[in-house]
């Protein structure tokens, strides 16, 4: 079992930046892909990026590359999404996820609003 919980969202005005993070517990992670997803009103939620726990590799969605930063802390078990040069376009109500295999698990997401 795996346990997420998100925090950081908040207002920010178009161009300005925020830090994600989200907080990991329960079992060894090294076989789980994390991610970041976000849905804003009225859409489908969406995939932001990806991180392998193991190794640190990325994927990003084209609408965040060069805005956006996924990373996690190892020994704090904790995943950061780093976004700058935030557009309204991106205000969303964000996730992270964990998976492996058939797990999957997320957390209660965290509110993002940009306004220009």
């Known amino acids: 079992q795996v346990q997420l919980a998100e925090s950081g969202g908040g207002l920010v005005q178009a161009g300005g930046s925020l830090r994600l993070s989200c907080a990991i517990s329960?079992?060894?992670?090294?076989?789980?892909?994390m991610g970041w997803f976000r849905q804003a009103p009225g859409k489908e939620r969406e995939s932001v990026g990806t991180?392998?726990?193991?190794?640190?590799?990325?994927y990003y969605a084209e609408s965040v590359k060069g805005r956006f930063t996924i990373s996690r802390d190892y020994r704090e078990k904790t995943m950061y999404l780093q976004m700058n040069s935030l557009k309204p376009e991106d205000t969303a109500v964000y996730y992270c996820s964990s998976w492996y295999d058939e797990y999957t698990y997320w957390g209660q997401g965290t509110q993002v609003t940009v306004s220009s």
């Open positions: 329960g079992r060894s992670l090294s076989r789980h892909t």
């Open positions: 991180i392998k726990w193991s190794g640190g590799s990325t």
